[in-house]
């Protein structure tokens, strides 16, 4: 078809997802790419971690063609955020689409499992595809041909492919080693350990991993090409494209734009003009919109025009297309200017991840600054470079400079932000009038640019909004006759610290400019930047940020003032010169900066900075015993390769069944409050409402439990008073997530106070009405000794130290998540990503008032738990059970990241008030702790947490230990057991005392450690009736085994040497003991071996990343294989562990506390063992008869003459080891910078960190490279 000239032509939207054909004349214009491939197809692997760009599980590949010159072009983008509407003609690949189970998986899905880089696998499919986007991109370079098998991807860019993308269970070494392996520069040797090769092998590790065939998938089928070439002409000549029948166009001219927006069609409905749409993942749609209009057919918005001048970039030039144009732009030009682009485009590889940037444009980026209070890092560094904009309002055309355009009131939506311009930068240069004026002819000055941008952020690469960002430009002269340098021109940009937009440091500029740098000229600048960076209130941390813009500017000014260098020790760095400015990044800071202005230029070309280039080497030692083959060797972990590949199905992979709704919590924002009601505002959100389920839906014989554990319950929904903030209020069903989840967020909840008294929301309000939880007496810890006499006998005393500690959210990647379908005969069915589904089962059979043979809750695996998905994953279960029984209808939910944050809890905040006594060698003669701990409104199960707590402290001998701890009742969110509940405070307790005496005493901590270890008597007293025996305790020959050892006292010497000499950035190393008590709980486990020789295993622990289905795999194959003398290797693939179904499996009890792999793999062998003993007759005779009988066979006869091949046990530890104790040391060595450095900014490194068993052989090593 071919348009008119002018026509709005009329398409349905085509496009390709792993080679399929899709061809969609409706479309809701809202629905983003992600929800489409996750409820419209069969592709589950993208998965959604936080839908707002954040975390990189839902990456694609995404391929567009070009038809002129026949070019595809692939790129990642995060699918959350790339709305279904703008992926017109272009071809989506998913991890499914590089392989799979049946057709053969991709090397990458193989070499993720095989360097064990898969816990959960929550993240693992978003991995595989930023890796595959950086592959694909690296193969089309024009870099030399790799080795056979690898790719030309460097180790550097392969750690870099995954910079946007988190992991919360795997670590990121396994992840990293697996991504390197496909560098044509990484030595294999040095990745670390893998199911390939055994550490120590060297012989062609390359022919071990899985093969690397470059172009073996095809990103963009040839139909498609087809597709887009005959549409050439009709494209051009139409003036706009419309998609989803007048839901989404495409104009293809700034006029065509305007007669849209100015058309009666647009008048009274919500548009949204987009680009990436990545806004969206910064300020979140609460909304719907009628209409989008896509601006990246503009060509006004694409341009790139370059000349001596400068640069001008199309507003709707990708962040990821800018830095390739910057860079190109380097290539050509002299060094200052080369300098002040190529800082840019560096800083704008910190800004969001790769898989943002490749969508996300300059023009969204300026305008959310502008008008959203966006904390920009690009506003702040386009700024300092004296950037322009060119606008379009209406009619009119606008050039302003960037300054202008952001102290504008926020532009409407019809403003258009058209193009942005840089000027090149050198010190006689056109482009900046203020500079060439600054110029002296005077012989007797030499003149230098200076940029620098810089940022502090919680992670130096990827996804995290800057505390502050910089940028200066700084024209500076060194004075031949003085000796001074003098600032000729300074442009100092600050934003994102609580700032309505980036500023320009307009007071600090005038102060400096024409002034030599010295000391005080620095101090007053520093006094006038503190007056000028204030960040607005509620900013948090305004001080650090403040400190922070100071930090900047010393940094980027101080190597210019000669009397704040002085040089000192033996360390001299050349600022200016290149040879020294890797070094200075570590160095310069000592106050030891030597100028040399005569090589300022060098200055700015080579960067003083480091780049967050950081690779990251490590070394792994483990050691394997073959005593119980399979058991301990490192096999691949069960499902890994189809957690990689998208196959893996977690609770929200699960086909909706017919008629399904879905449901979204309305949560209180109060914490004590009467709610008089909820009404819902009118919007086009709200239309797509079906109802609300609340208390009063709860069926008559059920009651209002949410969660419970025994030391409680607490309610699903309140009935008329809301106890904190974050409490479901009521659960919204929908048709869809996405409209659930918009409802409940317009939901207007009307509260009251009256006759309240003030909510308590802390420990210490808590202490003052008494508000405590009760611990009953049998967790209640032992004191030892008496605290009094212990005092009486110390040489010093503390009295009255405090401590206080945060709480910390969960963070699994996989929100908690249900999905509950009601059967036959009252049953109601419920898949449920929870670590205790038997609770699960209770507490729904208890709300719906139904038998426990009722409700059947199923869990195969969970996308990352740490605790958060035991209590707090049973009301989303339960809410979700009652609205499915009450509709009839099968109801899902699951919780978008901010939901689940605020309802989640997460781990107990505390505070700590102790006194100790001590001798003047260090011991503890006695200690009394008192602890506050804040466990929310309901008990969940904090009243074990002063057992935990103190069970940890107890680590060392404190000679008398009273305590008097309190669960606090508070009105915040329920706090439940998180990732060592209660050992990690208890443990860092200790060791801030441990340190607190070392530092009165002023000794090396570690002998104060040394000195406080437990004899086997003392721990006798701590750790009554679970001491084991004198030979088990280990802990002090651990403890020596490392700190005394030769490397240790090296590494302390190293260090010291280093802290000496420098003075901003210090390292420190420490070696903690720890003592883990453990409690064996009693878990069942059920063996079942099928006709064909397959065994299918049922166990009560829920495979969470932790690898407890690939333990019981082994311990499996070990126990069977007890049959023949070469043991069960041979079984290990015949195992298939299925997942916790509470009506098959009862009594599964819960997953968490370090134990429950080891108590399902006894519960396994033992039921195993029945198995054997069943087997071990049959087996004698046939070999009788036959010779040697092996597995299969031996079944098949077992079967025919009715051997029972199913046996289930019940394990229950016997008295003696249900409690035993663990000990472990750990060293740890980390740099630490002062806070001037912009180190600060978030790279915080861990360079060494060792168990006992290894240090020595690690030190040995790394001394040797
Ligand atoms: C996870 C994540 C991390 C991020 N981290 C950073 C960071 O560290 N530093 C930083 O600076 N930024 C960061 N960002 C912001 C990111 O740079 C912007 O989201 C992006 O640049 C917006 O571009 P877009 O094309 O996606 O805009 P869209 O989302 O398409 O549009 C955003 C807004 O701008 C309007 N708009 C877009 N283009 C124009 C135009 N030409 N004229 C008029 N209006 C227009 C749209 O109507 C919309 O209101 C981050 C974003 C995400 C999602
Ligand atoms: S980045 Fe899309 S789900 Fe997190
Ligand atoms: S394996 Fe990465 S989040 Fe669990």
């Known amino acids: 078809m071919v348009a008119e000239k002018g026509e709005v032509v009329e398409r349905s939207l085509v496009f390709a997802a792993n080679g399929e ?73 998913t991890t499914e689409g590089l392989g799979n189970s049946n057709d053969g998986f991709h090397s990458i899905h193989q070499r993720f499992s095989g360097f064990h880089a898969s816990q959960c696998g929550f993240c693992t499919p978003g991995m595989c595809m930023s890796l595959f986007s950086a592959l694909v991109h690296a193969d089309k370079s024009n870099k030399p041909e790799p080795p056979d098998g690898f790719s030309k991807l460097t180790a550097s860019e392969a750690e870099k492919a995954i910079a946007g993308n988190l992991c919360r269970c795997t670590g990121y070494r396994p992840i990293l080693d697996a991504c390197k392996s496909f560098a044509a520069d990484v030595d294999l040797e040095d990745l670390g350990l893998n199911s390939f090769w055994k550490k120590g092998e060297k012989d062609a590790l390359v022919a071990r991993l899985p093969y690397h065939s470059r172009n073996a998938v095809c990103t963009f089928p040839e139909y498609l090409k087809s597709e887009v070439k005959s549409l050439l002409d009709a494209l051009n000549n139409s003036d706009c494209t419309s998609l989803a029948e007048g839901c989404w166009y495409c104009p293809y001219s700034v006029d065509g734009l305007y007669k849209l927006l100015n058309s009666d069609m647009f008048s009274a409905c919500r548009v949204k003009m987009v680009v990436g749409n990545t806004g969206s993942g910064v300020y979140k749609e609460l909304e719907l919109y009628d209409k989008y209009i896509d601006l990246r057919g503009i060509p006004e918005l694409s341009v790139i025009r370059r000349n001596n001048k400068g640069i001008e970039i199309g507003a709707a030039i990708t962040i990821s297309r800018a830095i390739e144009v910057l860079k190109e732009d380097c290539e050509h030009m002299f060094s200052s200017q080369n300098s002040v682009f190529a800082k840019i485009s560096d800083h704008m590889n910190k800004v969001a991840s790769q898989f943002v940037r490749n969508t996300a444009s300059l023009g969204g980026n300026l305008i959310m600054a502008q008008r959203s209070q966006l904390p920009s890092d690009i506003a702040t560094i386009l700024l300092a470079a004296g950037s322009t904009v060119y606008i379009q309002m209406a009619s009119e055309r606008l050039v302003l400079t960037l300054e202008e355009f952001l102290e504008r009131p926020p532009c409407d939506y019809k403003t258009l932000l058209l193009s942005i311009y840089i000027p090149c930068w050198s010190y006689t240069s056109n482009a900046s009038s203020e500079i060439k004026e600054s110029v002296d002819s005077n012989a007797t000055k030499e003149s230098h640019l200076l940029f620098e941008t810089f940022r502090a952020a919680p992670r130096p690469l990827g996804n995290a909004v800057a505390y502050l960002n910089s940028a200066f430009l700084a024209q500076i002269s060194f004075d031949k006759i003085s000796g001074d340098l003098v600032i000729d021109n300074l442009q100092l940009a600050f934003g994102a610290y609580g700032s309505q937009h980036a500023i320009r440091a307009r007071k600090v500029e005038n102060f400096l400019v024409g002034k030599p740098v010295t000391a005080s000229v620095l101090l007053e600048a520093i006094r006038l930047l503190r007056e000028t960076i204030i960040p607005k209130e509620g900013t948090p941390h305004p001080p650090y940020r403040s400190s922070l813009a100071v930090s900047f500017l010393f940094d980027f000014l101080h190597p210019l003032a000669k009397d704040l260098a002085e040089p000192k020790k033996n360390i001299h760095v050349d600022v200016f010169n290149t040879a020294a400015s890797a070094e200075y990044a570590t160095d310069s800071l000592n106050g030891a900066v030597h100028v040399s202005p005569d090589k300022a230029s060098t200055y700015a070309s080579n960067g003083q900075f480091d780049n967050c280039d950081t690779l990251l080497l490590s070394k792994q030692m483990m050691k394997f015993s073959k005593d119980y083959n399979p058991v301990g060797e490192p096999t691949k972990k069960v499902g890994a390769e189809i957690q990689a590949s998208g196959e893996a199905v977690y609770v929200d992979d699960i086909p909706s069944p017919k008629d399904c709704l879905y449901g979204a919590f309305i949560y209180s924002t109060r914490p004590l409050a009467h709610i008089k009601g909820i009404n819902f505002k009118s919007s086009l959100a709200t239309k797509k409402l079906i109802t609300v389920i609340s208390f009063q839906d709860i069926p008559k014989g059920g009651q209002n439990i949410g969660s419970m554990s025994m030391f409680g319950t607490e309610p699903l929904f309140p009935s008329s008073l809301t106890e904190y903030a974050g409490q479901p209020l009521g659960l919204v069903i929908a048709e869809t997530q996405r409209f659930a989840n918009m409802c409940a967020k317009q939901a207007d909840v009307s509260y009251s106070t009256e006759n309240l008294e003030a909510p308590i929301l802390s420990v210490e309000e808590a202490v003052k009405k008494s508000s405590f939880f009760e611990v009953p007496p049998v967790v209640y810890p032992k004191q030892v000794g008496d605290f009094s006499q212990g005092m009486a006998e110390a040489d010093h005393k503390i009295l009255s130290a405090e401590i206080k500690l945060g709480s910390q959210y969960y963070f699994y990647m996989e929100t908690q998540t249900a999905l509950a379908v009601p059967d036959e005969d009252n049953c109601i069915m419920v898949y449920s990503s929870t670590q205790c589904p038997q609770t699960a089962q209770e507490v729904i059979a208890k709300s719906l008032g139904i038998p426990f043979h009722n409700v059947r809750v199923i869990t195969r695996r969970v996308g990352g738990g740490f605790g958060g998905k035991a209590l707090r994953a049973i009301p989303v279960a339960t809410a979700c059970a009652l609205a499915a029984y009450k509709l009839r209808r099968p109801v899902r939910m699951y919780l978008d990241r901010k939901t689940d944050i605020i309802m989640a809890g997460g781990r107990h905040p505390m505070k700590i008030n102790y006194s100790v006594g001590f001798k003047s060698d260090g011991r503890v003669t006695a200690l009394h702790i008192d602890l506050l701990i804040n466990a929310g409104i309901s008990e969940d199960v904090s009243p074990i947490m002063p057992q935990n707590i103190i069970e940890a402290l107890k680590k060392y001998n404190w000679g008398a230990l ?28 200790a060791e801030a005392i441990i340190e607190h005496v070392a530092s009165v005493l002023s000794v090396d901590a570690n002998s104060i450690r040394r000195k406080n270890l437990h004899n086997f008597e003392s721990l006798k007293l701590f750790y009554e009736g679970c001491e084991g025996e004198i030979s088990e305790y280990t802990l002090p020959s651990i403890f020596d085994k490392l700190a005394l050892s030769a490397s240790y006292h090296h590494h302390v010497e190293m260090i010291q040497e280093f802290n000496n000499c420098n003075k901003w950035r210090k390292r420190g190393i420490s070696c903690v003991p720890i003592i883990y008590k453990v409690m064996l709980r009693p878990t069942p486990g059920k063996v079942s071996v099928l006709n064909d020789g397959s065994i299918i295993v049922e166990v009560g622990g829920i495979e969470l990343g932790q690898g407890l289905w690939t333990k019981v795999k082994q311990m499996v194959a070990f126990a069977l294989g007890q049959l023949w003398d070469d043991g069960g290797r041979c079984l290990l693939e015949r195992v298939r562990i299925i997942q916790a179904d509470t009506l098959s499996l009862i009594q599964g009890g819960w997953t968490a506390g370090s134990t429950t792999s080891e108590s399902s793999c006894e519960a396994v062998r033992l039921s195993c063992n029945v198995l054997v003993e069943r087997l071990k007759p049959l087996k004698k005779r046939l070999e009788e008869q036959m010779g040697f009988i092996s597995w299969e066979p031996l079944i098949s006869q077992a079967n025919l003459e009715a051997v029972n091949l199913s046996a289930s046990t019940y394990f229950v530890p016997d008295y003696a080891s249900t409690n035993y104790l663990n000990f472990g040391v750990a060293v740890s060595e980390v740099p630490a910078t002062m806070p001037v450095v912009k180190e600060l900014c978030g790279l915080h490194n861990v360079d060494r960190v060792c168990d006992a068993d290894k240090f020595d052989q690690i030190y040995a090593m790394q001394n040797s490279m």
């Open 21 to 93: 054909r899709f061809e969609l004349s409706r479309v809701d214009p809202n629905t983003t790419l992600l929800e489409f491939l996750r409820t419209q197809t069969r592709l589950k692997g993208a998965k959604l971690g936080c839908g707002e760009g954040g975390c990189g599980a839902c990456v694609v590949l995404l391929s567009t063609y070009d038809p002129v010159h026949d070019r595809v072009e692939e790129f990642a983008v995060s699918s959350c955020l790339t709305l279904l509407c703008s992926i017109n003609f272009c071809s989506v690949t």
């Open 962 to 989: 009273s305590f008097d701890v309190k669960v606090c009742k508070t009105n915040i969110s329920t706090k439940s057991a998180m990732r060592s509940p209660g050992e990690v405070q208890g443990s860092f307790i």
